[in-house]
Nanobody, 123 residues
Framework: VQLQASGGGLVQAGGSLRLSCAAS????????MGWFRQAPGKEREFVAG????????YYSDSVKGRFTISGNNAKNTFYLQMNSLLPEDTAVYYC?????????????????WGQGTQVTVSS
């Protein structure tokens, strides 16, 4: 499975961006997908996840109410809609996928990773 993230950019605080992650290859083996981010000098952290089995979503407390994760039925592309962006949301955002249906928050739980897309929020 290959994952290609896109949609990052520079936005002012309060603005919005939508990230996309396109999956290719053996996508039938994917059962849950997630977004992570890594700010300079910090560890990579979980942002949001979605389970294809029941459509359940899960968010970190820092983005809950501002970000929305979604995906299409064919499981080829999923998205992260980011609203009310804050300077502290600045990071490289990575999409990831796993072969189990439950959303997981740990990096080691994911089997496939995209290359990352930069999001910069100016104050």
């Amino acid at each position: 499975v290959q994952l290609q993230a896109s949609g990052g950019g520079l936005v002012q605080a309060g603005g919005s961006l939508r990230l996309s992650c396109a999956a290719s290859g053996r996508t039938f083996s994917i059962y849950a997908m997630g977004w992570f981010r890594q700010a300079p000098g910090k560890e990579r952290e979980f942002v949001a996840g979605i389970s294809w089995g029941d459509g359940g979503t899960y968010y970190s407390d820092s983005v809950k109410g501002r970000f929305t994760i979604s995906g299409n039925n064919a499981k080829n592309t999923f998205y992260l809609q980011m609203n009310s962006l804050l300077p502290e949301d600045t990071a490289v955002y990575y999409c990831a996928a796993r072969r189990q249906s439950r959303v997981a928050v740990s990096i080691s739980s994911y089997d496939y990773w995209g290359q990352g897309t930069q999001v910069t929020v100016s104050s």
